[in-house]
């Protein structure tokens, strides 16, 4: 066994093997991207939100961790961007809890500008 591996590598390395076998499956995408945010690699987890928001347009917990990941690197802009986006997919899911956790994020990141 390699020494260096980490367990985020080891499961970064594991979500990659699966998506070998369901490419474009949402839960394995959105997983790795959480699991290189969690590694600190923000850019390459900005990336892969990018191509699942491509691949599944729809899916509002991704705008949110962009939102996160945009904000720590600085990217206002973009952070509000997405809080709009996903805000918007959740009202029209009509999910309460989500379109209120994404104005309460927008009005954060707004405050911090």
Do not use: W
Not at 70 to 87: K, Q, T
Not at 90 to 106: G, H, I
């Amino acid at each position: 066994m390699n020494s260096d591996r980490t367990p985020e590598t080891s499961r970064l390395d594991q979500l990659r093997g699966m998506l070998q076998y369901e490419p474009g499956d949402v839960f394995l995408l959105y997983a790795i991207m959480l699991e290189l945010k969690k590694a600190g690699e923000s850019e390459a987890a900005i990336d892969d939100g990018a191509l699942l928001l491509r691949l599944h347009p729809d899916h509002a917990p991704t705008h949110y961790q962009l939102a996160l990941l945009c904000h720590d690197l600085g990217r206002n802009e973009e952070a509000i961007d997405h809080c709009m986006r996903g805000r918007a997919l959740a009202v029209q899911e009509n999910d309460v809890k989500a379109t209120n956790e994404f104005r309460e994020l927008e009005q954060l990141l707004r405050e911090g500008e």
